[in-house]
């Protein structure tokens, strides 16, 4: 009877990028009992384990990373000489910290929390009577956000209503100068032309009339 050999039935590899003949040298190292000997067949391996990434040598820590794989590999029972320290398995279980997803909220999605964050900011400050000039230009970005969201261009009106929705009615900011701001967008007239130019194709299959020299205009037929 053949003996079959399964993978599932040998053991984990525990990184599993070198591959099992890695995995059955560093098995080997385990066995030896001098010392010496023991560290100078570990060095062998960590060869063979620089040979699998050629274009890895050249980085300043390549060799540091291969001894971390080369204990990894041998469940952290490998004791050699290693020029550097040996780490442990408490310092590769550590769990990274839990990260706090920011729970601000905005009243409008289509100008974005960094506009509300800004005006904020701005009515808080105590040169809030003299940022005219930034209000202006918010107002500017607002429009246009509210254009490409709303596909409408956007009465002044609006973004004084809206501005003061998110700072408050009781804001030290002028919001005075933005009723004085000009549209800067103009009316899209492609498409009257591109209606006109789609009857002039319409029409280009139809010669012009002529006159036949009697005073009557006829059509010029297709022969």
Known sequence: MIKKNYNYTRRKLYIPEYGRHIHEMVDSLLEIEDRHERT???KAVIAV???LNPTLRDTADFKHKLWDHLFIMSDFRLDVDSPYVQPSR????????KLHYPQTRFIFKHYGKYVQQFLRNMSSSKRAGDATREVVNVARYMRT???EYNKEHPNNEVIIRDMRVMVG???ALDLA???NIHSDYRTNNNGARNGKNRKQQRGGGRKPQRNNGKGNLRHSSHK
């Open 40 to 42: 100078r067949q570990a």
């Open 49 to 51: 384990m620089g040979n």
């Open 90 to 97: 408490q310092d590769l279980m550590i769990s990274p910290q």
């Open 145 to 147: 956000k509210s254009f």
């Open 169 to 171: 009615d009781d804001t």
């Open 177 to 179: 100068a933005v009723r």
